[in-house]
């Protein structure tokens, strides 16, 4: 399980290592994502989901990732009212430029900011797929 604070920071609990290693210094120069319903479900009136991307970074030997501000990846367009069923929307973020010592724990992380007034009751399941384009520096 992983666990999103306030501070934006994620930490990994022991039993859920999804992160990578980077084996060489690398330069992250694009990021890719596509976001996917499973189900159909409805928002709430005046509810609008922004489902987004971002890279996480942690030194070797600690499980909490600091965000990397320059890889939030949000979708376009967000999704409100009644989502039907497999609603993919895609994005990317390229010339990022960015290096990355080999040995960085790099996490990528899926989440959703929320616009408007009302309350979300309900869980809402997207699936995030994508990539990242690396070269070694």
Not at 50 to 55: D, G, I, N, V
């Amino acid at each position: 399980m992983t666990t999103l604070a306030a501070n934006g920071t994620v930490t990994l609990a022991k039993e859920n290592q999804d992160a990578l290693s980077l084996p060489f210094d690398a330069v992250v120069e694009s990021i890719y994502m596509t976001v996917n319903t499973y189900v159909s479900f409805t928002f709430p009136a005046g509810i609008t989901v922004y489902p987004f991307l971002q890279l996480y970074t942690a030194a070797a030997g600690t499980n909490i990732f600091f965000p990397i501000s320059a890889t939030k990846l949000p979708l376009p367009t967000g999704y409100g009212g009644t989502v039907p069923a497999n609603t993919p929307q895609a994005a990317s973020v390229q010339q990022l430029d960015l290096p990355l010592a080999a040995g960085t724990r790099l996490l990528i992380g899926g989440h959703m900011e929320i616009t408007g007034a009302g309350t979300l009751a309900h869980s809402y399941y997207f699936y995030f797929t994508g990539g990242i384009a690396l070269r070694q520096a």
